[in-house]
């Protein structure tokens, strides 16, 4: 059975751009309760550690700088089915591949700043979620 939990971030171009309000606003749209929120920046040592997944990979340095380069915005978010339906409405991960009216398409400004990070399953939605919260920090 799918959980009712799923994670994103609202990554730096994107939040730089002010499209942190459209986003959040198509969450909701989409049936979403936000759970937990803040803004925060990561320093590249949490970036790092955050995507330690991909150490290693050729983008790995890339992506550490880039999402240690500007305010993000995290979000633990509820619904029926979460991960799959969050994943279906940002879109693929290379905007050019997004469908039309997801985030990525919309708000996307490439491959690597493509606007958001969502959980791609139950396990590491959680995971993900404890990264930046803590228990007393959700509803």
Do not use: C, W
């Not at 590249?44 to 997944?53: D, K, N, Q, S």
């Not at 940002?90 to 491959?111: C, M, Q, V």
């Amino acid at each position: 059975m799918a959980e009712k939990l799923t994670f994103t971030m609202i990554k730096p171009t994107a939040f730089k751009n002010n499209n942190t309000g459209a986003i959040l606003k198509m969450i909701n749209e989409a049936g979403f309760t936000i759970k937990a929120m803040k803004l925060t920046r990561l320093t590249p040592a949490l970036a790092g550690e955050f995507y330690a997944i991909h150490k290693g990979k050729p983008f790995y340095d890339a992506l550490v700088q880039f999402m240690s380069s500007g305010p993000i915005v995290a979000a633990l978010l509820e619904k029926e089915n979460a991960v799959e339906d969050y994943r279906t409405l940002i879109g693929a991960t290379n905007p050019d591949n997004a469908a039309e009216g997801t985030i990525r398409k919309l708000y996307a400004t490439s491959f690597q700043q493509n606007a958001v990070h969502g959980s791609d399953s139950d396990e590491n939605a959680n995971l993900e979620a404890d990264f930046f919260f803590s228990k007393t920090e959700r509803i």
